[in-house]
């Protein structure tokens, strides 16, 4: 961060709920590239942004807060859906929790409020805290159709990339001496870090073609043209033109050439059922992988087992360093994630980043921000040591028919807008496209999709890099 003068913030709460403000604060000014000093109690002479219980005091800035924020987050309860308060900015309605109805704003000629309690409301979503208190139950991760997102609909909209753009507008207007020019690496306006999860190295196995062939042979007389078509085409094209190394080698290569260093994500667990997953116990595979990844970003794509247990992390995370990668961050297999506790597992282990943090059913913003932030420790009351980079996108998820199950056109229109939102709040647009994606036959037009999304990207002015490198740019 910039050697800039210190904005002094004074928060006046009660005792538990001060780290939380404290943390929200700290994770706006971060993202404003601003120099925070926190106070705690009912006065300070140089206050320049107060958050805290009704006083007479003028400060040039004031952040609405209510007793019932503080209290609620003592308690293992979820905020009720009816009590959202939604309020147009932007063209968009954006939801406000713990706040007074009416507008956003409300000043005088020296000094401005924000009538909504935007740290209350962030910290909701920074810390998942619906899903803290409903739990997984049962399943993997955490269903999607149970978050207060799908309930409103506003999964695509990054609420708290809005507050932080809200405290932005306020500085403007009353501190404007803390005002910083909020550009990413490069002085590019947004940023979108691109990576791929390689499931596997060998998809079509011999055995695994002889399946396909037999398969499509058995609903020849349901789907003739479809099932002849698939017999012929990958016959041909995993006989002659697609064996693994080359098709990985064809991805690499256009990146290069484009200037992107892009994040893969490599199995190291070697006792899944599918073999094809256990590639990295295969002496040829891990030569073809390092030869290939030399020079990208490598991380760990952890099993779905774990994200929920800790010898089985330090297992296939040493594995990894002991093939000689110098590996810093950790996306989990088909997103497998319990917040509190995976998160806790790996800062035990002592990985930098994670970029597991996305719906599996659907894209947009999980934590509802697309900053790179420091998740919380609830149990502990503090942030955990691990950078969450969220992820938005997955190539699985537009087009799976148990997911959102859109076509390629409405896949690309979808994008397009959240990186139409990224140029707007200068933010950031994680995007993951798997290996396997880019088959032509079984996906066809995906493959070329993402080297669309690439072109779209560019001709915005935003900045195309791997996950390390918005981690490292974060931490500067």
Known sequence: ??????????????????????????????????????????????????????????YPLRIYHTPEAASFFTRKEIYASEKVNFVKYKGEFIPFLYSMPGEIFAFDDNHGMIRKDIVASGFYFLSCWREYVLGNQGKDRFDYNKSVQKYWDFIETPVVDVYCEILQKMLELFLVEFMRITTWEHDKRFAVSVSHDIDYWNFWTRE???????????????????????????????????????????????????????????????????QR??????????????????????????????????????KEWLA?????????????????????????????????????LGYWEHIG????????FYPYNIAENRPFRVLEIPLIVMDTTLLSAKAMNLTVIQAYRRIKRLI???????????????????????????GPLYWKIIREVKRQGGWLCSLRQVYEYWLK
């Open 1 to 58: 961060m910039d050697q800039v003068q210190t904005i002094n913030i004074l928060i006046n709460v009660e005792d538990s709920y001060r780290p939380k403000a404290e943390y929200v604060l700290r994770t706006y000014c971060h993202i404003l590239k601003l120099n925070p000093k926190f106070h705690f109690g009912s006065t300070f002479e140089k206050v320049h942004i107060y958050y805290g219980v009704d006083n007479a005091i003028a």
């Open 208 to 274: 695994h073609q002889n399946f396909v062939v037999r398969y499509n042979l058995n609903r020849l007389f349901k789907q003739p043209l479809n099932a002849l078509y698939k017999v012929f085409s990958h016959t041909i094209d995993k006989n002659i033109a697609n064996d693994p190394f080359q098709k990985m080698n064809q991805i690499v290569n256009r990146e290069t050439k484009k200037g992107i260093i892009s994040t893969n994500f490599l199995l190291t667990k070697t006792d899944f059922p599918d």
């Open 277 to 314: 997953m256990n590639y990295f116990g295969d002496p040829q595979y891990k030569t073809d992988i390092e030869k290939l990844l030399k020079n990208n970003d490598v991380a760990l794509h952890g099993s779905q087992e774990s994200a929920m247990d800790k010898e089985t992390l330090k």
């Open 320 to 356: 990894l360093k002991e093939a000689g990668y110098n590996a810093i961050g950790y996306r989990a297999h088909s997103l497998t994630f319990n917040y509190q506790k995976s998160f806790q597992i790996l800062e035990e282990i002592g990985i930098n980043y994670d970029a597991t």
């Open 365 to 372: 913003y999980r934590a509802g921000i697309s900053f790179p």
């Open 420 to 446: 139409r939102r990224a140029n707007l709040f200068k933010s950031h647009v994680s995007i993951l496209w798997h290996n396997t994606t880019f088959d032509p036959i079984d996906f066809p037009g995906w």
